[in-house]
Nanobody, 116 residues
Framework: QVQLVESGGDLVQPGGSLRLSCVTS????????TGWYRQAPGKQREFVAS??????QYSDSVNGRFTISTHNGLNTIYLQMNALKPEDTAVYYC???????????WGQGTQVTVSS
């Protein structure tokens, strides 16, 4: 069982920045693809960014504005979000998928609201 606990969601003005954090169970980064998804009101959950052994992927909608990173010693995944837009408003979920088996785990979500 992998535990994922997000934090950092907040209300921010358009053009602002925010950093989300996700504390994970120890020592999963070598064996799990980890990353972030989001779900806006009335929409399906969508992929945002992921990382596995240095291989990083972003959705087209956030590429160039968001940066995903991990800190092995702190067992933490970060999502640095810059140049935020109102359409980035969503609940952001931390995600882990075990390489090979495909077993998935989700965090509880953290709300990001971009509004003036």
């Amino acid at each position: 069982q992998v535990q994922l606990v997000e934090s950092g969601g907040d209300l921010v003005q358009p053009g602002g920045s925010l950093r989300l954090s996700c504390v994970t169970s120890p020592n999963i980064f070598r064996f799990y693809t980890t990353g972030w998804y989001r779900q806006a009101p009335g929409k399906q959950r969508e992929f945002v960014a992921s990382v596995l052994s240095g291989n990083i992927q972003y959705s087209d909608s956030v590429n160039g504005r968001f940066t995903i990173s991990t800190h092995n010693g702190l067992n933490t995944i970060y999502l640095q979000m810059n140049a935020l837009k109102p359409e980035d408003t969503a609940v952001y979920y931390c995600h882990a998928r075990q390489a090979g088996t495909g077993v998935e785990y989700w965090g509880q979500g953290t709300q990001v609201t971009v509004s003036s």
